[in-house]
């Protein structure tokens, strides 16, 4: 076990060393890379998630999610083998994006609504895709039509449904003690989120600044694991490292043009799907890497979740495995679907509405155009927040003396 150790620490610091190295000898595609990966966590990550992840803060504080959970107790217990308070995480997750799943099923653990099992079964399967990126940035942005968006979506949610079913096998004999009534009504669903708030105490005050200050932490972690792995793609393009990884491919029979795509969509799943639909390669075959990729979720986005879970003891094992079974089933679930889509017209499997091009390109421009000022605004609300705390915190100890 000790040589194991002193081994691990060795490629550990050599890696560092090396990437150290690199920032050195390629210190402008390092910036570009890193300012890539700015704009991006500037200009959308950052205001798309920050109204999710302040709304769910407070609906945890006001008791709304205890509530919501004694309601659907008897929808997600059956299905997932989690608590109902596990259907606000998964329903959150799906609509803004990863890794918001992670983060509020980490609060659930730390406010004792759910067992270390039921922790590690629901982050497997609430880390999704938000639709805005699926239709706005793939469909529409990288693919050119927004009627394969609703393929994307089928088969990534479809697969990100039978992870959740499988993972209720999942030391599926412990649960927690806790469970909701047998007659969940609405009264009782009211009665169980009034006394939720009345536990957790917090003046509205506090409750809307400790939200500001909680999402703006972690979305601030977001943006340095993206800018992180923006830069390490890069520089494995620029020592021709990539080149090397990629070969590893070959014995999969992938063809070669796919290489290159895949490796950076292992690391950063955004460039790599820009990387795919590059290509001249079968539509299917590229739809079914991207979906790949969508349920694996890249090694960035993993990071960022590794992050959140590291200040609890939920382990982060199942979530990684079930990345590998949710990739798989969404690409084998694009064959089915993408055969209907050949056989049937489009009108008779698709939906009577759906997005223009011009209509999610508005909706992305405005992400673009009010973005960054809603990100200084926040910031430097966090900052004000965070001082006047400060200030009283000295004030009490002054008193104390």
């Not at 406010?111 to 999704?128: H, M, W």
């Not at 088969?155 to 992870?163: E, Q």
């Not at 973005?371 to 965070?386: E, N, Q």
Request: some cysteine; charged content about 15%; proline content about 4%.
């Amino acid at each position: 076990m000790q040589l194991i150790s002193k081994l691990k620490t060795l490629v550990l610091t050599s890696l560092t060393l090396l990437f150290a190295i690199a920032l050195i000898v390629y210190p402008q595609a390092a910036l570009k890379a890193s300012l890539r990966g700015l704009d991006l966590w500037w200009e959308v990550v950052f205001p798309s998630l920050l109204p999710f992840f302040i709304t769910a803060e407070l609906m945890i504080g006001f008791g709304l999610v205890h509530g919501l959970g004694a309601l659907s107790e008897r929808l997600m217990r059956p299905l997932f083998n989690v608590p109902g308070c596990g259907g606000f995480v998964w329903v959150m997750g799906m609509a803004s994006g990863y890794p918001a799943g992670a983060k509020w099923t980490a609060d659930l653990r730390k406010n004792g609504q759910v067992s270390r099992a039921e922790a590690e079964r629901l982050v497997a399967f609430t880390n999704a895709s938000s639709p805005l990126f699926i239709f706005g940035a793939i469909a529409v942005g990288f693919f050119h039509s927004a009627k394969l968006g609703f393929l994307i979506a089928l088969c990534h949610y479809g697969g990100n449904f039978l992870v959740g079913i499988g993972m209720r096998y999942y030391k599926k004999d412990e649960t927690s003690l806790e469970r909701a009534s047998r007659n969940p009504g609405l009264r009782n669903a009211f009665d169980t989120m009034h006394s939720s708030r009345l536990q957790d105490g917090r003046s509205i005050g506090k409750l809307m600044g400790d939200a500001v200050t909680k999402s703006v932490d972690t979305l601030l972690m977001v943006g340095g694991f993206i800018m992180l792995f923006s830069v390490m793609t890069e520089l494995l393009k620029q020592t021709g490292m990539i080149h090397l990884v990629s070969h590893g491919l070959t014995w999969l029979q992938i063809p070669y043009n796919f290489h290159i795509p895949i490796v950076s969509g292992m690391l950063e799943m955004t460039t790599g799907i820009g990387s795919i639909t590059a290509t001249s390669e079968p539509l299917l075959a590229q739809l079914m890497l991207v979906s790949f990729l969508l349920g694996f979720h890249g090694f960035s986005i993993q990071a960022q979740i590794a992050s959140i879970l590291a200040s609890t003891d939920i382990s982060f094992k199942p979530y990684a495995m079930a990345r590998i079974a949710h990739g798989t089933i969404a690409a084998l679930l694009m064959i089915g679907v993408y055969e209907i889509y050949e056989r049937w017209s489009l009108e008779s499997i698709l939906p009577l509405w759906e997005p223009t091009q011009d209509q999610i390109r508005s909706l992305m421009l405005f992400f673009e155009q009010n973005g960054p000022p809603v990100t200084i605004i926040m910031l430097a609300s966090m900052m004000f927040i965070k001082v006047k705390r400060n200030r009283e915190k000295t004030t009490h100890y002054q008193r104390l003396s």
